[in-house]
């Protein structure tokens, strides 16, 4: 019974860490409809930025993090700024622009860091559950996803950018009629989705050490999350990290952890073809 506590416990941790990745995709997509696929690279920047604040700047770990989120939220709108900067650049090229962004960044990466797995110590102490001995990081990145959500949710119906934001996701030239500048709101949706990547980055790199090529693997689970809201709900992303986290653990602990990439491609499938066989019903 302990054993299967740790996993679900450990399995919505990550779970969670996949859904503000998954956050990220849909901020990007509601707003300018491209699928950001440097979205795992601004984690493992942020976990890297982190990391060397902590290690080598000795800076206090909360500030190291919070540096390091806010590094990825800079190099996020760096790049919405060369994927969406010229009007009229269709979805397609800016995603393909996106993937070219993340694969040079592995040059940047290994340039800096180096090819070996870093991680930095987590929360200290842990705590017992049901049998279980948890780390206490696991509430640390559980409450700070719910907040930081919940925050998201507030600022997309409660504040001018993100009601304009809003806008841009329901009908964009109607937005642009009406005087909402829909360039800026995509390089906000660029910039959010790199501090959503970056906070995720920082959550878990003390549970999981990343390296260079890490950001496949947090790319395809937080893709795979945020297909489970269609790229349009932040509470649906919450929903299929959870499902994604909790399954990867159990697949991890019971079976073998190379596993785990597969349970989320053959997710994100499964849901592709659900989603394309609703939408035919529907029409």
């Not at 506590?5 to 849909?26: E, P």
């Not at 996020?76 to 269709?90: E, H, N, Q, S």
């Amino acid at each position: 019974m302990s054993e299967l506590v740790g996993y679900l416990i450990s399995g919505i941790a990550v779970g969670c860490g996949y859904a503000l990745l998954a956050s990220g995709f849909v901020a990007v997509f509601r707003v300018t409809e491209v699928i950001n696929f440097a979205q795992g690279t601004l984690a493992v920047l942020g976990g890297f930025v982190a990391y060397s604040a902590l290690t080598s700047a000795r800076l206090p770990q909360g500030l190291a993090e919070a540096l390091g989120v806010l590094a990825a939220g800079a190099a996020g709108l760096a790049f919405g700024g060369v994927a969406i900067g010229k009007r009229g650049t269709p979805p397609l090229a800016s995603l393909v622009i996106t993937l070219g962004l993340a694969v040079a960044a592995y040059a940047a990466e290994i340039a800096i860091w180096g090819d070996t797995p870093l991680s930095f110590p987590a929360l200290p102490g842990d705590f017992v559950l049901a049998g279980a001995h948890l780390l206490r990081q696991y509430l640390l990145v559980i409450g700070v996803a719910l907040v930081t959500l919940l925050a998201l949710g507030a600022f997309f119906t409660r504040t001018y950018t993100g009601r304009g934001m809003t806008a841009c996701a329901s009908n964009r030239f109607a937005a642009r009629a009406v005087g909402i500048n829909v360039r800026r709101m995509g390089l906000f949706a660029f910039a959010l989705g790199g501090l959503l990547g970056g906070l995720a980055g920082v959550l878990l790199i003390p549970i999981q050490p990343l390296s260079f090529n890490s950001d496949v693997n947090l790319a395809i689970s937080g893709f795979a999350a945020a297909i489970f809201g269609g790229l349009r709900s932040f509470e649906m992303a919450l929903a299929g990290g959870l499902v994604l986290g909790v399954a990867e653990s159990l697949v991890a602990g019971y079976a073998q952890a190379s596993y785990e990439t597969v349970v989320a491609l053959g997710l994100m499938l499964l849901l592709m073809i659900w989603q394309a066989h609703r939408r035919l019903e529907l029409a």
